[in-house]
Structure formats: C-alpha cells, structure tokens
C-alpha cells in the first residue's frame, strides 16, 4: 500500500491538489466492444480561438505588469487594489486552466506548457504582491468599523493572514541565503533520492512464476495475488529490501533535511519544523498534532482487529495456518469485472446522490461527455494521469488520459470530478479567487469522501455475499490506509524531527528501530516480520515535501466524519455540506468545518467518525464472511 504514498508524492508534485492522479495501469487498453466516449473537450467555454488566448494573454500581461508596480497601497486605495487583483488572478486561471488542459491531450505541446507556467506564475506574483502590500503596518490596526468604511471587510482574512506572515518573515539578506543556498540543496536532495530510487528500481531482481518473470514494483498488483504463496512473499520482501543497498545515502539525505528544515523553521521563529509546517499545511499546533497521533495509536487495536478478520478469511479460504501481510492480497475471492463507462457514470451519480440535488445535478452534468466538460479519449500524446481543473468565473472540466473501466480508474474520476464540483460551487457562490483555495488537506477529504461513498454504493449495489465483502474491503482498506498509515508516518516524521534535535539518530539503523518501535502497536504482523520497518526509505514525501504525509491523517479523518455524519441524517447532511463546498476558504478550516458542519479538528469528536466506520464495518465485514462458502 506504501507505493501509492510514492505514485502520489510524483503526481502531486505536478497538479497540486490531487492524491489519486496515479497513470492508469500500463499496456492497459479498454477491452475488445467496450464504448468510449468520442467527444473531448469544448474549448470555446474558455476562449473562442487559440489565437484569441494569445492576444488576449498579451493584453493581461501589460495589465499584470502596471498592477504589480502600483505599490504603496493604503488602506483607503486598498479595496480598489484588492478587487483588481481579483480579477487579475481570475483572468490568468482562465488561461491557466485551459493552457492544462491542452497540455494534458498534447503533452508535447511547448506552447500551451509555455502558457501554463506563464499563467502560473503570474496567477501566483499578484497573490505575492498583494500579501507584501497587505504586510503594511497600516492594515495590522483596522478596527471592524475601518473595515466596514473602506470596504475591506470580504478581506479581513487575507488580511490576517499577511499579517501572521509578518511574524515568521526573514530579512532580505537572510531570504536570499535561503534562495541561494537552502532551497537548491532541498531540491538537490530530493533529486537525489529520486535517482536512487531509479537505480535501486532498475536492479530490482525479476520473480520467477508461472507466468513468466515478473517485476516486484511494476507487477506488484499481479504478485500480491498469486497462487503461489511462495511467490508472494518472495516480491513482498524484494519490495522491501529493493533499497538496502542505498539505505545509508538514503538516511543521510533524509537526515540532512530534517537538520536543514528544523534551522529553516528556527530562523522563521518557529519552535520547531513541524510546528512550522503543521501551521501553514494544517493550522494546527504541533501539541495539537501529536495529541491527535497519540489518540489514533491508543485506538490501534482497531486496525489489528481489521487486519485479523482478513487474516481469518485467508485462513478459512486457503488452509494457510500462519497468514502473513504478504497473503492479504488474496482478498473474498471476488474478482471485479471493467465497466462501461455509461455503466461507470450511472454508479458514480448513483453513489453522490446522497450529497443532495445541487451536488448530484452538476455532477451528472460534468461526467456526461456531451457537454464537453470530459476528456478521457486517450491518444499517443496524451499526460498519463487525471486531474480537474476549475476557479471562480472559469468553467471546470475534467480530465483523465484514458478510461479503462476497472474500480482504480473510477476512484479516479469519482475523486478528481469531486474537486470539480467544489470549484463550481465556489464559482457559483460567488467566492473571491483570494479564497478559491486554503489548507490541501480539506479539499482532499471532500475528494476521498467521494471515493468512500463510490465503495459503498458498490457495496449496496452487489448481488452476492462475495461481492459485498469485496467492496467492504475495499472501503475499509481506504480508510485504514488513510488514519492509520497516515498516523504511522505522522508519527515517524514527528519522531525523526524530535531524534534528530535531540541528536539521538544518527544512521539507518537508528531509523529502523524509530519505525518498528512505531508500527509494532499498530501492524498485526510487523512484531513478526521485522522487515516491514524498512519501508521508511520507499516513503518519497519525507524528503520531497518533509513534513505533508500527516496531511492525508486530517485528510482522512475529516472525510470519515463527513461520511459517518451523512449515514446519520442525510437530508440534514446535503444541506449542511453544499454550505460548506460553497463558503470557499474565507476562514481557518476549524472554523469553517464548526459553523457548517458542526465539529472541528481538535478532540476525539473528529476520530470518533474514523473509529465507527472501522468499528461498524469491520463486524458487517465478519458476519459476511460467515455466511461465504469456503
Ligand atoms: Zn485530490
């Protein structure tokens, strides 16, 4: 399960905002008869012509360029600014949106990547423009009724955030040792990592099997379920142990970034890296973090029971005496069949319904490619991958290389479609783009809310016990990996941070002993197979992005609890979550999560959502097993 953290640390470095935007399995065509949608994209929701983008790209950068050298902004000229950058940042997505877009069905385009990084940037120098200017003394000290007077008050927040940021800003000679110096070397060694993760991968050693050799890492999905036992223990371990023969470089890149970010976070005033990190990713504070992964570890029992009841299954199913995590890949025996994609879309409407009509109708509007807002017609040229895209006043649209019909490429679509709806509902509420995005993790847990609803309309829909119990492990298999690998890794780099400034680690070993002291509590088998402690090194995030694997805990538990609250009361639910899609980032998440949904992300309230699910779905998953014929 680990691989997909690395598939997702690759692809989120390139779109941002999306966990499940893993390429479709290789060499994998629809099959033989199987309808594909014909219809691509309607540009001219975007712009009449390529040409008329150009010219009109042109014109904005001459706008952009008298923007961004109008400074001294005060607080009686600053509401006409704001307003203006609005628009600015408005008009630049429209080209960055559609620029993506092109480029992802003609990934050799240059032109349309040109315009892409062209818009990008530009999208992202009036956000840094505008928060400097805001960083002025003058804004700190307006009252509510200056707000009011100036009409400033729909940018009381951004305001507050500038100056937050004030308060962790270095001098300039400081900044400029950081560009010169801090930020290449974090580049230079998640580089690094990268190319030895190339090199370990390409001496990976083929397994023998009936079918001719097979890859550990390509072939992963096809080995874990293997007849042969002896074969899935054997590509389990090489897995594993792919990258011991670069553990030590390995350790010391990671080790020298925690030392590098933790004297980053000091010179920002910060106690600490992940006190800085866990601010700016989650609003939250470290103690609030590590009182959150200290609740999850004490409810840990609960993914060993989970793991337990798969275990017995296998044991009942096989024979096998003493299963081992290298035979829970051979599941309820189920093996789902591809659909159509009208068969895929009529479950996808099927499974949002429940997020009341306003969700459900432009839903069903974006996933039916007559309306050109799809793309999935694969091609030579294409990206690998899928995305969404989307901004207030920018139509959204939704892309993926290709349709294949099986469960992982609908996760896909049901996840990225969902991030399009949000946008839409901003777009409609009217949202400024200063609030069209906020903290990664509360976009991504209204996306894996939909990939959890996309599993139990699968489960509700099924026709055998079998089936079923195959979409109850599917569902409880996304929520374990989402609260409690998440929690493990959490857990890991808070540990890692705290070692190291304590200088008590010092080499890979010492990291072999930090993770399995870790995963020991939690993972039914890790006391027995003391190779699972190796995994850290195939964990990318923990030096590519230090610090973002707790992300998709909070992730995880908010979309848990959205999911738990709608069983509850749907029709209240509907309601209560359309408000909170449409209100934007105008507030820190905490406070947006209370006033529309009614919890927060502090305290037990926030697990209990998680633990019920994988309570409750854990003994139906039992009691099915039950009822199944050997
Ligand atoms: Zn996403």
Same mark, same amino acid.
């Given at each position: 399960m680990d691989n997909r953290r690395t598939i997702v640390g690759l692809c989120r470095a390139l779109?941002? $905002?999306? /966990? %499940?935007? *893993? !390429?479709? *399995?290789? #060499?994998?065509? !629809? &099959? +033989?008869g199987q309808q594909v949608a014909e219809t691509g994209f309607d540009y001219s929701r975007y712009f009449p012509s390529p040409q008329a983008e150009v010219q009109q790209r042109n014109e904005l950068m001459n706008r952009t360029e008298a923007f961004l050298h109008r $400074? +001294?902004?005060t607080p009686e000229n600053a509401s006409h600014a704001l307003d203006e950058g609005a628009t600015l940042k408005r008009s630049w997505m429209l080209h960055l949106e559609y620029c993506k877009l092109r480029s992802a069905d003609d990934a050799q385009d240059k032109e349309t990547a040109d315009c892409q990084s062209q818009s990008g940037n530009q999208s992202s120098a009036v956000s840094a423009f505008v928060e400097k200017e805001l960083e002025a003394p003058a804004f700190a000290s307006l009252s509510h009724a200056d707000l009011a007077r100036l009409h400033l008050e729909p940018y009381r927040y951004l305001m507050a955030e500038a100056t937050e940021n004030l308060r962790h800003l270095l001098p300039p000679s400081e900044q400029k040792l950081v560009n010169d110096l801090a930020d290449p070397l974090l580049g230079a060694w998640s580089d690094r990592y990268d190319a030895l993760v190339r090199q370990a991968a390409s001496e990976v050693k083929p397994i023998q099997t009936s079918s001719g050799p097979l890859n550990p890492i390509r072939d992963r999905q096809q080995l874990s379920t293997a007849a042969d036992r002896g074969v899935r223990e054997a590509a389990y371990r090489a897995r594993l142990e792919v990258y011991q023969p670069h553990r030590d470089v390995i350790a010391m890149t990671l080790l020298d970034t925690i030392r590098l970010e933790t004297g980053l976070a000091k010179a920002r005033n910060y106690p600490s890296a992940p006190a800085r990190k866990y601010q700016g990713r989650l609003q939250r504070s470290e103690p609030q973090v590590r009182e959150m992964l200290q609740w999850v570890q004490q409810n840990a029992d609960l993914l060993r029971q989970y793991q337990r009841v798969r275990a017995e299954r296998i044991a009942t199913l096989t #024979? %096998?005496?003493?299963?081992?995590?290298?035979?829970?890949?051979?599941?309820?025996g189920y093996v789902p069949r591809r659909l159509t994609f009208e068969q895929a879309r009529t479950l996808m409407v099927n499974a949002v319904t429940p997020l009341g009509k306003q969700f459900e109708s432009r839903f069903a509007w974006l996933v039916n490619p007559a309306n050109g807002a799809l793309d999935m017609n694969g091609g030579t040229r294409r990206q690998p991958g899928g995305f969404s895209v989307g901004y207030p006043s920018v139509p959204i649209a939704l892309y993926v290389d290709r349709f294949n019909g099986d469960l992982d490429s609908i996760a896909q679509l049901i996840h990225e479609a969902g991030h399009a709806i949000h946008r839409k509902l901003m777009s409609e509420a009217g949202v400024s783009p200063f609030y069209a995005s906020g903290p990664n993790f509360l976009s991504e847990a209204y996306a894996i809310f939909n990939e959890l609803l996309l599993w139990h309309e699968l489960e509700k829909e099924a026709t055998t016990p079998e089936e079923r119990a195959y979409y109850q492990e599917r569902l409880l298999d996304e929520v374990t990996f989402q609260i409690f690998t998440s929690a493990e890794e959490g857990e890991l780099e808070q540990g890692l941070y705290d070692s190291v400034t304590a200088g008590t680690i010092r080499n890979a070993d010492d990291i072999d002993k930090l993770n399995g002291g870790i995963l020991d509590p939690y993972e039914l088998f890790a006391p027995q197979e003391p190779? /699972?402690?190796?995994?850290? /090194?195939?964990?990318r995030l923990l030096i590519n992005d230090p610090l973002y694997l707790v992300s998709y805990l909070y992730a995880g538990l908010v979309a848990c609890k959205l999911y738990e609250m709608n069983e509850a009361d749907p029709m209240a639910f509907a309601k209560r979550y359309t408000a909170l899609l449409s209100e934007?980032?105008? *507030? &820190?998440a905490d406070d947006l999560l209370k006033r529309? /949904?009614?919890?927060?992300?502090? #305290?037990k309230s926030l697990l209990d959502g998680a633990l019920a699910l994988v309570r409750n779905q854990t003994s139906q998953l039992q009691e099915g097993y039950a009822s199944l014929s050997r």
């Open positions: 779109l941002l $905002t999306s /966990m %499940i935007c *893993a !390429p479709l *399995a290789e #060499g994998q065509q !629809p &099959p +033989a $400074t +001294a902004w #024979g %096998i005496r003493d299963v081992h995590s290298w035979d829970l890949g051979l599941s309820s190779s /699972m402690r190796l995994n850290w /090194m195939r964990k934007g980032f105008d *507030a &820190p529309n /949904m009614g919890f927060g992300l502090d #305290g």
